[in-house]
T-cell receptor, first 115, second 115 residues
Framework: GEDVEQSLFLSVREGDSSVINCTYTDSSSTYLYWYKQEPGAGLQLLTY?????DMKQDQRLTVLLNKKDKHLSLRIADTQTGDSAIYFC???????????????FGRGTQLTVWP | DARVTQTPRHKVTEMGQEVTMRCQPI?????VFWYRQTMMQGLELLAY????????DSGMPKDRFSAEMPDATLATLKIQPSEPRDSAVYFC?????????????FGPGTRLTVL
């Protein structure tokens, strides 16, 4: 996971937008993912983007992908206190051999939403 | 509502004791992962099985850790002897096929404390 980088902390006020950034390493990754981890729980897939897309929108979530800079971002509109969690960026397998299905995770960004 | 289950949810043990963590992947999933999460290291992949065969356990300390899948419905992770530095949350995840496009579903984790 050390090659997928994210900032560790982000604090926002309720109702504002949150933007969580990530840089990844492998330009050949087909999919890039965002996972969410709520306190005391496992990771849950939030959304993903196919590498030939620049943007994907899903309700309050917008994923932006800049392949040239290997930069991925997750924007949460109208952030709520319930969005407080750790958000992980992940990229797929770097070699296309036997470990096709594994993911490489960043360290996670702790999002804190203040009322 | 199919889920990955893990037992125990919490384990406190003394240094030198054997610890066994169990995971039941979602029925029909052929790929299973074990991860360890700590504040210092983030999320680390320990082991990775496809159709019960180990694909990659390079992230696992071999001298004390072992991972097996006795059958398709059970994955185990053992630590013997346990050490305080093994204190972490251990997650199991499964996916239906070992393809990049398939989602990893995480269990709730086992929080291990070694005194």
């Amino acid at each position: 996971g050390e090659d997928v980088e994210q900032s560790l902390f982000l604090s926002v006020r309720e109702g504002d937008s949150s933007v969580i950034n990530c840089t990844y390493t492998d330009s050949s990754s087909t999919y890039l993912y965002w996972y969410k981890q709520e306190p005391g729980a496992g990771l849950q897939l939030l959304t993903y983007i196919f590498s030939n897309m620049d943007m994907k929108q899903d309700q309050r979530l917008t994923v932006l992908l800049n392949k040239k800079d290997k930069h991925l971002s997750l924007r949460i509109a109208d952030t709520q206190t319930g969005d407080s969690a750790i958000y992980f960026c992940a990229e797929g397998a770097r070699d296309r051999g036997s470990t096709l299905g594994r993911l490489y995770f960043g360290r996670g960004t702790q999002l804190t939403v203040w009322p | 509502d199919a889920r990955v289950t893990q037992t125990p949810r919490h384990k406190v043990t003394e240094m030198g004791q054997e610890v066994t963590m169990r995971c039941q992947p979602i029925l029909g999933h052929n790929t299973v992962f074990w991860y360890r999460q700590t504040m210092m290291q983030g999320l680390e992949l320990l082991a990775y099985f496809r159709n019960r065969a180990p694909l990659d356990d390079s992230g696992m300390p071999k001298d004390r850790f072992s991972a097996e899948m006795p059958d398709a419905t059970l994955a185990t992770l053992k630590i013997q002897p346990s050490e305080p530095r093994d204190s972490a949350v251990y997650f199991c995840a499964s996916k239906i096929r070992d393809f990049e496009t398939d989602t990893q579903y995480f269990g709730p984790g086992t929080r291990l404390t070694v005194l």
